[in-house]
């Protein structure tokens, strides 16, 4: 039972470029949430995907747009690319938008110069 | 000021000792609350949830004390494998967001 994947497992971008990060959830699960974890922080939600809808979003600008796909994957999108946005970006997916549980992926490593 | 505060840390206790961490949290719409752990540079994984009542699993005890907002961890007989970051995290049920603490650093030491 595969647990939730994330690639890349790191990446390289300079200023003003963009970026896509992907994510498969764990078998059977249907919702997937983004979070921004920078160093010495905790993770940060940046939104939900629920039924190929963003259904929750937290205090992130519209450089930052997301996608569900009909066999539950996700992906986040960043535009116009910060030094500030150099961070681990971790998904988590969960059975349904209400569940507590949430399993994490590893995250990707973004490091923008 | 923050939605979810944590103990700054970092904690060094040796082997054996008893320590604990606090969290408190500012939305008092909160609903869930829980602990995950997070390894140097690997994903945040679920620890414990954490009960109105309090609740033990094994070595780790939990308690929420909804009128003063505040959510601690304990942890007994420290063992060296226990070195982590440990976050705080509480929810709104009925949203998607979870909102995280910054974590508190424990290393524990032979």
């Known amino acids: 039972d595969a647990g939730v994947t994330q690639s890349p497992t790191h990446l390289i971008k300079t200023r003003g470029q963009q970026v896509t990060l992907r994510c498969s959830p764990k078998s059977g699960h249907d919702t997937v949430s983004w979070y921004q974890q920078a160093l010495g922080q905790g993770p940060q939600f940046i939104f939900q995907?629920?039924?190929?809808?963003?259904?929750q979003r937290g205090n992130f600008p519209d450089r930052f747009s997301g996608h569900q796909f009909p066999n539950y994957s996700s992906e986040l999108n960043v535009n116009a690319l910060l030094l500030g946005d150099s961070a681990l970006y971790l998904c988590?997916?969960?059975?349904?938008?209400?569940?507590?549980?949430?399993?994490f992926g590893a995250g990707t490593r973004l490091s923008v110069l | 000021r923050k939605e979810v505060e944590q103990d700054p840390g970092p904690f060094n206790v040796p082997e054996g000792a008893t320590v604990a961490f606090n969290c408190t949290y500012s939305?008092?719409?909160?609903?869930?609350f829980f602990w995950y752990r997070q390894d140097c540079r690997k994903e945040p994984k679920l620890l414990m949830s954490v009960y109105s009542s309090g609740n033990e699993d094994g070595r780790f005890t939990a308690q929420l004390n909804r009128a003063s907002q505040y959510i601690s961890l304990l942890i007994r007989d420290s063992k060296l494998s226990d070195s982590a970051t440990y976050l705080c995290v509480v929810k709104n049920t009925n949203a998607g967001k979870s909102t995280f603490g910054d974590g508190t650093t424990l290393t524990v030491k032979p």
């Open positions: 988590a997916s969960s059975l349904g938008p209400g569940e507590n549980i949430q399993y």
């Open positions: 995907y629920y039924e190929e809808e963003e259904r």
């Open positions: 939305n008092s719409a909160s609903q869930s």
